[in-house]
């Protein structure tokens, strides 16, 4: 299944370099002219990504990567080098991916708790699981308040395969969880900078124990050993939970009655009200809900020609499965149902949708608008907030295309 998605390294820097070469052999046209300009303004991909696809990707900043909402295309599983990217911390020496096998992860409030090296995890039993990836802060660009942070559109967000050891397995080899475990924490192994409060930097994040039954510690992501970029040797895999609780180069598991006192934890990602402060008491950013977009048509390729064209996208609900996708070409005046398409790949990844219209001469505003197995709705309008979380708004995510 990941085999047809998935290119080899080798090809990833062979295409890189065939699309940097492309954009400079565009011709004379004003189009080429345009395409060399914006090449030119692009900021260079950071060296730990460099082996991803320059034109799929908006460069917000070294550690801040979006996938271009036109390089999605119609395929369900999101290619490796054109995921985004999101580190809270600078990636650490490529030094660590030189034995994987050795990695090894401390796990913490179970009845025999120990450290196990990836090697060891291997013995455990394997799993493959699709979900959604998503960085919490996608969709802030479409937050009129202009929320601190990088302003992801609608490319913070990917479907990819993970295949590793259900941590469910390493939790029953060690002998099961001990009293009182509340919480699941996962603490990263970035180099932390040194004359700081680790507390004040540490990426460690934690999540109910529920999330337990389906996580994974994942070493492989599209049929391909993890790549740095996106947190090999070893990653916590929370499928349905926003992609900060997916903890890169994982170090440490721990279950135990409290939350993280980590910063990333105990003020970061909350969903804070307009004009407050961020604290522990305001709701975590953990469950992704129902939300979907569409990939096309997209008013970046200029005037469509009237009749027919093919509205499609993608829906997910966090933890729960898609029921259905309606769109909409008035701007949400009247809906109807998109055809659901593509394989089913689980409750956590992403499903796509199609529906054929007819577009006369004028402006129309394409909305897509989700429902998940348990009945509920993608919200009309975003949820205002500090830090520009959670947006599922479909408003927000319409697009606007012309025919002529």
């Known amino acids: 299944m990941t085999h047809s998605t998935t290119l080899p390294r080798r090809h990833l820097l062979a295409g890189s370099a065939a699309a940097l070469g492309a954009l400079g052999l565009a011709g004379w046209t004003g189009t080429a002219r345009a395409q060399q300009a914006t090449a030119a303004a692009v900021k260079p991909l950071p060296a730990y ?17 979006e996938t271009r909402r036109s ?16 580190n809270n911390l600078p990636a650490p020496d490529a030094a660590i991916l030189d034995n994987r096998d050795g990695w090894a992860v401390a796990i913490e409030g179970v009845k025999n708790p120990r450290s196990l090296t990836l ?65 699941l924490t996962g603490t990263g192994g970035e180099k932390l900078p040194e004359g700081v409060d680790p507390l004040t930097v540490l990426v460690e994040r934690s999540v109910p124990v529920k999330a337990m039954d389906d996580a994974l510690l994942a070493w492989e992501m599209n049929g391909e050993p993890l790549s740095l970029a996106h947190g090999g040797p070893l990653r916590l895999v929370v499928p349905g939970y ?30 804070s009200p307009p004009g407050s402060k961020a604290s522990p008491d305001q709701p975590s950013v953990w469950e992704m809900g129902v939300k979907s977009w569409i990939n096309g048509p997209l008013p ?70 989700a429902t998940d197995t348990a009945g509920n ?12 979380y959670n947006n599922a708004s479909w408003r927000d995510h319409a697009v606007t295309v012309t025919v002529a």
Not at 71 to 86: D, H, K
Request: proline share 5%.
């Open 377 to 388: 709705v993608q919200a009309e309008q975003r949820e205002e907030n500090l830090g520009g």
């Open 49 to 65: 990504a460099g082996w991803k696809t320059p034109d799929a990707l908006i460069v917000h900043s070294t550690s801040t990567l």
């Open 300 to 369: 970046d390729k200029g005037a469509l020609k009237p009749g027919q064209v093919q509205v499609h996208g993608v829906a997910f609900g966090g933890t729960r499965s898609i029921k259905g996708v309606e769109v909409s070409v008035d701007g949400g005046k009247t809906w109807q149902a998109a055809k659901l398409i593509g394989p089913d790949l689980g409750p956590f990844a992403w499903r796509q949708f199609a529906l054929p219209v007819r577009l006369e001469a004028g402006s129309h505003v394409l909305a897509s608008r």
């Open 119 to 183: 090697a060891e995890l291997k013995t455990l039993g394997v799993e493959t699981v699709a979900t959604v990836l998503q960085c919490s802060g996608n969709g802030r660009g479409f937050f009129p308040s202009k929320p601190s942070g990088t302003p992801w559109q609608v490319g913070a967000a990917g479907c990819v395969v993970w295949s590793g050891v259900p941590l469910r397995n390493v939790v029953a080899a060690l002998g099961g969880l001990a009293d009182g475990a509340a919480y």
């Open 71 to 86: 390089a999605f295309g119609t395929s369900v599983i999101t290619p490796s080098n054109q995921l985004y990217v999101r």
């Open 242 to 271: 926003q992609g900060v609780n997916n903890i890169k180069y994982v170090k440490r598991v721990a279950f135990g009655s409290a939350q993280s006192q980590a910063r990333i934890m105990s003020h970061g990602y909350r969903m």
